[in-house]
């Protein structure tokens, strides 16, 4: 791994993403820099047990991480690691934190502590306030597969979402709406290429060095990246996870189509 930064959202599945945070934490402190992580030194093996005093790990208190289990995360934030080199702090489901703990988190991720890493896990990216995004890199776990669409229809698509964001009269989207109801290619496949494309989209625009699904269309990224804030790529992120839904449910495709194009036009 190379430089390690001080902030991390994993999204993915729970058990994967509390893996590849486990991994990380003995990434930071193992012995054996050279092979980290060796999985053989003292710390790799504390980490693994769940013993290592550098590693705290915190759960939502019910419902929700509140605001007080982020006070004592800070206050801890302040003292040296006991044994490693780095302090390393894990919040399982993340997006369940309280928009005040949200805010006070947002302080120490805005002024970061040395030897501190803090990682959110989330299968919720939307519930996490786009601040405290903008401060984290990203690594997603849950994007692994790549898009069997051909490179010409993820580009056609990608011109299509484009086109809609760039402001686009009434009588384009219903040509636009035309050409994918159409297509020969899967709706659903459709929709899930675009949610990988605005995934890459939200990477591009919070800086983070994780490699996009999509790296062969870095080009159309980088425009959209340009045309969208944080807060509206999540919002389309959130209208195209919802026509997915209704896809799968069988929904009028013409109409799921029209639903998008309209509701994505109107984000920007």
Known sequence: MNKISHAYIFL?????ISREAIKLAQVANCEN?????CGLCNSCRKIQNGVYPDVVEIYPEGNSIKIEQIRKLILDL???????????????QAHTMTPQAQN????TLEDPIAKSIVILLSNNLKQLIPTVISRCQIRDFSSEAKSTLSVNTRQRIADILLHVVQSTELCEIGTFVKELSESDEKAEEILEFIISLYRDVLL???????????HDLQFVIDR?????TVSA???SLDLVCEQLKAMKSRGNKNLIWYNLLMDLEEVV
Do not use: C, M, R
């Open 33 to 37: 820099k050279e092979l980290a992580p």
């Open 12 to 16: 993915g599945i729970d058990d994967e």
């Open 204 to 214: 591009a625009k919070t800086n983070s060095s994780v490699a996009f699904i999509n």
């Open 224 to 228: 959209f990246a340009s045309q969208l």
């Open 78 to 92: 302040a003292e040296k690691p006991v044994e490693g080199a780095n302090k390393i702090y894990i919040l399982h």
């Open 104 to 107: 006070a988190l947002l302080k």
């Open 233 to 235: 790529t999540l919002l």
